[in-house]
T-cell receptor
Framework: DTGVSQNPRHKITKRGQNVTFRCDPISEHNRLYWYRQTLGQGPEFLTYFQNEAQLEKSRLLSDRFSAERPKGSFSTLEIQRTEQGDSAMYLC???????????FGPGTRLTVT | AQTVTQSQPEMSVQEAETVTLSCTYDTSESDYYLFWYKQPPSRQMILVIRQEAYKQQNATENRFSVNFQKAAKSFSLKISDSQLGDAAMYFCAYRSATEWKSGSEKLVFGKGTKLTVNP
């Protein structure tokens, strides 16, 4: 059991650039979640997949954000035209349908300069 | 919408002593799950303990136990025999148990409590 993995662990980018993060869930977990955590706050839900279908998106997920989960395996989160307010830790979690616990990855820390 | 409140931004405890972290939540639902997650510095979040709202018995996991008061919408975490490795941010989280309801799968987190363990 390798756990949830995320890449890269750290990303520094200039304002206006596009960035993409990857999340590999625990194998056989059909649900995958993205959260954003800013300093001093708890994680906030962004979006959720069941298999390859994106079933819910938070209003926090502006048009500059897009997430995919092709083939129901790994997922990518892309942020276009990054802004300084996008600086945060982006967390991925996975779970099995019918099991309430979500297992988190180590996160990708994004810094927009 | 559900909300989770952790009123203690920081707490400290002496090694081997007991500490209680507070959490209150607001919901109109009757069926839900509550969790405590631990986030050590620069490490990933891990589940500490969970409680199903329909269960009256408080959950326990080794040195960790909860005091679940459904009517008061309170869900505190007690850590007994505190160890240096318990130092971390602790987050209380809520999840609806209504599978068919949109938004039920997400976790709603509080702002967290930073726990320091003094040797």
């Amino acid at each position: 059991d390798t756990g949830v993995s995320q890449n890269p662990r750290h990303k520094i980018t200039k304002r206006g650039q596009n960035v993409t993060f990857r999340c590999d869930p625990i194998s056989e977990h059909n649900r995958l979640y993205w959260y954003r955590q800013t300093l001093g706050q708890g994680p906030e839900f962004l979006t959720y997949f069941q298999n390859e279908a994106q079933l819910e998106k938070s209003r926090l997920l502006s048009d500059r954000f897009s997430a995919e989960r092709p083939k129901g395996s790994f997922s990518t989160l892309e942020i276009q035209r990054t802004e300084q307010g996008d600086s945060a830790m982006y967390l991925c979690a996975s779970s099995v349908q019918g099991v309430e616990e979500q297992y988190f990855g180590p996160g990708t820390r994004l810094t927009v300069t | 919408a559900q909300t989770v409140t952790q009123s203690q931004p920081e707490m400290s405890v002496q090694e081997a002593e007991t500490v209680t972290l507070s959490c209150t939540y607001d919901t109109s639902e009757s069926d839900y799950y509550l969790f405590w997650y631990k986030q050590p510095p620069s490490r990933q979040m891990i589940l500490v303990i969970r409680q199903e709202a329909y269960k009256q018995q408080n959950a326990t996991e080794n040195r960790f136990s909860v005091n679940f008061q459904k009517a008061a919408k309170s869900f505190s975490l007690k850590i007994s025999d505190s160890q240096l490795g318990d130092a971390a941010m602790y987050f209380c989280a809520y999840r609806s148990a209504t599978e068919w309801k949109s938004g039920s799968e997400k976790l709603v987190f509080g702002k967290g409590t930073k726990l320091t363990v003094n040797p």
